[in-house]
């Protein structure tokens, strides 16, 4: 039986040493966040035991959505948690391939940090990932591809999100924000991180664009929002990689949201504590996106999406359908394509999850050796395209310990590759129907998983707050906010 390179590696000192720190930052302030009355002696959190839509917020803390917060002198707070999901992974069914193969690494280590007036107004997000220290050679995901890894998905950088955001959220007429940095643009779904299904899925470069300098502006009202960016084109090439700032306004996106049903929100009320994470939502996005300056490397990117998620008969569930395709002027075909359904449903402490996916995505000239088969050379053309069909499954047990949210997991899939065009590797499994299965366990401290994309109408962290009613002492009732804003 083959071994995974990555098997057995050890962790290192300071990733071991980072995530420790980590903890002792965020729980004492989860611990403070369960405990408000100890805030509130010191005045800077007015809890309104009236208040018509403090169930609202004790629901949304019920499902593990409380966060770290932290006063930071009277008018702004700091928010936060994090995460890490120690895991094992194995494939079987292939035993004349690279592919065949077992690992165990630490996936998904990051932490999300917001500063954020309690008006609203103002907010800084900044994410550092940690996955170039914990995953640097990658992790097994057949079907994955992207800044350098084939069938592993590739480590993500350091400053994952360093984004500032002016919002004007009004009740009546519109509401409006924007937001620069380095981060998400507006195109696509929400980044595979928060959702389900714990192995990325093969069209995360064609239905999320990452990593980039980008100033974002949304503007919309109750039920819609339209949001459109800038940004550069190219995608990191390492962990380490800081960005392309020089090719900054190369690239555009633009991504128009309904939300429909009822209680749907597109963008939440204005500090009413209605979730934009709740009812039903269809959307489209459009982009072009301009790899490494070049004008004639550019490539057309199209979205749509529906998503739902709330409380229904059977117990709170999760659905997201949707469609990309890019098209390109070079390469051995004019495009690559996805089609994928994915949904949750969750009862008591425990939630099911599945996903299909058809899609194609490029093949490049692997490196030598059986290590170097996952690997490319970042700057190589393409010289073929597969066709996949991936089915996956799982269940997740969720567990909170103190304010720590534990949810062991463990999920199959299925999975199968034919030739599209061009030449592939003769190590690479074709036409053959194989396994892989993973166990392990999400660990958030400090809150649950969250919506990773959007920010300013849309930003997660800013509803989250507004659902627990953050609000400074000299704020206005939420149903006053409108008739004060300047």
Known sequence: MRTSYMEGRPLGLSPAVFFVLLGGILLPGSVLAQHPDAVEEHGHHHHHPEDPHENHAQESEAHGHAMLTVPVGDRWVLAGMAQL???????????????????????????????????????????????????????????????????????????????????????????????????????????????????????????????????????????????GGVFDGTEPEDPWDVGNWREFGNSFAVRVLRAWGPGASAIGSAGHGESAAHGWETSVSLARVVEHGDPDDATWLVHGGVRFEGTTSAGDAYLLLEGARSFIDHGPVDGYESL??????????????????????????????????????????????????????????????????????????????????????PRFPADRWFTGLTAGVRIFPGGGPMRMGPYGLRDDMSRMLREHGVEGPDQPHHEEMHHHEH
């Open 340 to 425: 994928l359904a994915e949904g949750a449903l969750t009862r008591g402490g425990l939630r099911g999850y599945a996903r299909g996916e058809w899609a194609t995505r490029p093949e490049y000239p692997r490196s030598s050796g059986e290590d170097g088969f996952f690997r490319y050379d970042h700057h190589d053309p393409a010289e073929g395209a597969t066709r996949w069909i991936i089915l996956s499954a799982g269940v997740e047990v969720r567990a909170d310990w103190g304010p720590v949210a534990v949810r062991p997991f463990g999920e199959a899939a299925l999975q199968r590759a034919r030739r599209q065009a061009g030449d592939l590797d």
């Open 85 to 227: 999901f120690p895991m094992a992974s194995i494939v079987r069914g292939v035993d004349d391939s690279p592919f065949e193969r077992s690992e165990a690494l630490l996936s998904q280590g990051a932490a999300m940090l917001q500063l954020e007036r309690h008006d609203g107004r103002w907010a800084v997000r900044f994410t550092p990932n940690f996955e170039g220290f914990t995953m640097r050679d990658g992790e097994l995901t057949p079907g994955g591809w992207g800044e350098g890894f084939l069938d592993a998905r590739h480590p993500h950088t350091l400053l994952h999100e360093l984004m500032v955001s002016r919002n004007h959220r009004s009740a009546v007429g519109l509401s409006w924000s924007v937001s620069a940095g380095r981060g998400f643009v507006p195109f696509g779904s929400d980044d595979p991180m928060g959702r389900p299904v714990a192995k990325y899925p093969t069209n995360h470069h064609l239905a999320q664009i990452l990593e980039r300098y980008t100033v974002n502006a949304a503007v919309g009202g109750e039920r819609w929002v339209v949001e």
